[in-house]
């Protein structure tokens, strides 16, 4: 099968396009051909070395496909699905667990399909895990128009909450906008923005995807006794800081989650993927998936969304792409 395979740490230029062996499936997994393959910021770290990854590999762990073989014959071949934890994604064929996995209902399209579930899941907990979201709650969402930003704004705007956005372009500003976004502001002086359009109050949660560049902005927007949720690391992970800085901003809360935590147990991850399909088949999200990228241009999908190129969720097309 063709695949996205990486032998050394580095750059987007580490990933080539090359013949791997075809996977074997396991008795509590199913052999998949790939349709789809999601490409995630937590792609990058995993390339790049910052976050621990056994080389040699195959990147990706999201997607969408049809079963070719079950080796329970539970789940009959050529049914679409959808995964979010299936290591090995960047390639024709998968090997997905039958507990981590997800029906596709036909009026959802597999290019979104295969980006919903790790952003979608990822929105969820931050709204309905970190903290419990109530009509009228205030936040600021850095990275708005991101995968997990416009995701996020629209859970968000469906639950009664008031969000501030924050983006790069007059373009993204828009597509803030149409997700949902209360007001949307630019990096640089967003703390200020906000406050002056809530009354100088702060808000009751910032959610952070970007991370180094602004942690600090985040604690100044943040009323007292607020949540800092630090979820991505878009430009760097935080640099150390003295806890009294909680202090000083008037007793902050501040958490850094992952999705697996939040999908620790079967339960709860069908409870969270079965909210991410229904509100995507029932248009309370609607997923931006920018222009499919072919498999074999994966280090091009890195490149521009490293650069910020990209807008929404972002897919590698893997079926035909040979």
Request: aromatic share 8%; net charge negative; glycine share 10%.
């Amino acid at each position: 099968m063709k695949a996205i395979y990486v032998t050394q740490h580095g750059g987007p230029e580490v990933l080539t396009y090359t013949d791997r062996p075809d996977p074997v499936p396991g008795a509590d997994q199913v052999l998949v051909e790939v349709l789809y393959a999601g490409v995630n910021y937590i792609d990058t770290y995993f390339r790049s070395g910052s976050y621990a990854q056994e080389l040699p590999y195959i990147p990706g762990t999201e997607g969408c496909g049809r079963v070719i073989h079950d080796p329970a014959a539970e789940i009959a071949e050529g049914t679409l699905i959808a995964w979010h934890d299936a290591p090995g994604s960047y390639a024709e064929k998968v090997c997905v667990a039958r507990n981590r996995l997800v029906a596709v209902p036909e009026n959802i399209e597999p290019a979104v399909a295969a980006s919903m579930l790790l952003q979608g899941m990822t929105a969820h907990y931050l709204l309905h895990g970190t903290r419990d979201t109530a009509p009228g709650d205030t936040m600021v969402v850095t990275a708005g128009a991101g995968g997990v930003g416009l995701i996020l704004t629209q859970m968000a705007a469906s639950l009664g909450a008031v969000v501030y956005s924050v983006t790069s372009t007059d373009e993204k500003e828009k597509l803030a906008y149409d997700a949902g976004a209360s007001a949307v502001f630019r990096y640089g002086d967003f703390p200020e923005s906000v406050k002056r359009a809530n009354g100088g109050k702060g808000v009751d949660v910032v959610y952070d995807g970007v991370g180094k560049a602004t942690f600090a902005q985040a604690l100044d927007v943040c009323r007292p006794r607020g949540l800092v949720c630090s979820f991505g690391s878009a430009s760097g992970d935080v640099e150390p800081f003295s806890i009294q800085e909680l202090n000083k901003h008037g007793s902050l809360f501040v958490t850094r989650p992952s999705l697996g935590a939040y999908v620790a147990t079967d339960d709860e991850y069908r409870k969270r993927a079965q909210a991410v399909v229904r509100a995507v088949e029932d248009g309370t999200v609607r997923l931006r998936v920018h222009e499919p990228f072919p498999l074999a241009d994966a280090r091009v999908a890195h490149e521009d969304l490293q650069a910020r190129r990209t807008s929404g969720s972002v897919v590698l097309r893997v079926s035909g792409t040979a």
